[in-house]
């Protein structure tokens, strides 16, 4: 099993800031993954954050709205940046007990931050 | 249509009945079936796996995969107060992909 450790676990901003999210993981992992949850809908894969190489992102979302930092094996950061009301969710970073997706490959969860933007 | 489907909720269940939870995915090519609870206001927790057809059963929870169907169920028997929380299906394409939940509430 992983520990993650994510801050802050919420955080109200106001329109047009940006916020950075930050995970941190117990175990050295490859690959480190950003998830977005608005209310009643499903956990949307942001990007994944590989260490040494720039960040994969899903369709729909860009580096200049969510730059992601991946500095070591550890460690990442999410920045939500130029916020609207739009950005409130939940965000949540995520590892996987295997480096190569097999079948029984459990996914890890950080606590998570709400953001509320004003 | 959404790649993976569930019924939003809630699921209404006195306490000790089973409550049985339904999802169907629309890649026939995934392997990996999931399934998380997530307690509101924390992280999903993974409860189960499934990658062969048929039943597979871990203490109350049972998960059932038929992917002739593409249709992936997760049954609570004996449901508690404590069961009470969304359930997220989750499957591997070539990446992990989410349904909405299902919320589930047992009542006493």
């Known amino acids: 099993s992983a520990v993650i450790s994510q801050k802050p676990s919420r955080d109200i901003c106001q329109r047009g800031t940006s916020l950075t999210i930050q995970c941190q993981v117990d175990?050295?992992?490859?690959?480190m993954f950003w998830y977005r949850q608005q209310p009643g809908q499903s956990l949307t894969l942001i990007a994944t954050a590989n260490q040494g190489s720039e960040a994969t992102y899903e369709s729909g979302f860009v580096i200049d709205k969510f730059p992601i930092s991946r500095p070591n094996l550890t460690f990442s950061t999410l920045t939500v940046s130029n916020m609207s009301p739009e950005d409130s969710s939940i965000y949540l970073c995520?590892?996987?007990?295997?480096?190569?997706?097999?079948?029984?490959?459990?996914?890890?969860f950080g606590q998570g931050t709400r953001l509320t933007v004003v | 249509q959404k790649e993976v489907e569930q019924n939003s909720g809630p699921l209404s269940v006195p306490e000790g009945a089973i409550a049985s939870l339904n999802c169907t995915y629309s890649?026939?090519?995934?392997?990996?079936f999931f399934w998380y609870r997530q307690y509101s206001g924390k992280s999903p927790e993974l409860i189960m796996f499934?990658?062969?057809?048929g039943d597979k059963e871990d203490g109350r929870f049972t998960a059932q995969l038929n992917k002739a169907s593409q249709y992936v169920s997760l049954l609570i028997r004996d449901s508690q107060p404590s069961d009470s929380a969304t359930y997220l299906c989750?499957?591997?394409?070539?990446?992990?992909?989410f349904g909405a939940g299902t919320r589930l509430a047992v009542h006493p």
């Open positions: 989750a499957v591997v394409s070539n990446k992990l992909i």
């Open positions: 890649d026939r090519g995934s392997q990996s």
């Open positions: 995520s590892v996987e007990s295997s480096q190569r997706r097999e079948m029984n490959t459990e996914a890890f």
């Open positions: 499934i990658y062969s057809n």
């Open positions: 175990s050295q992992v490859t690959m």
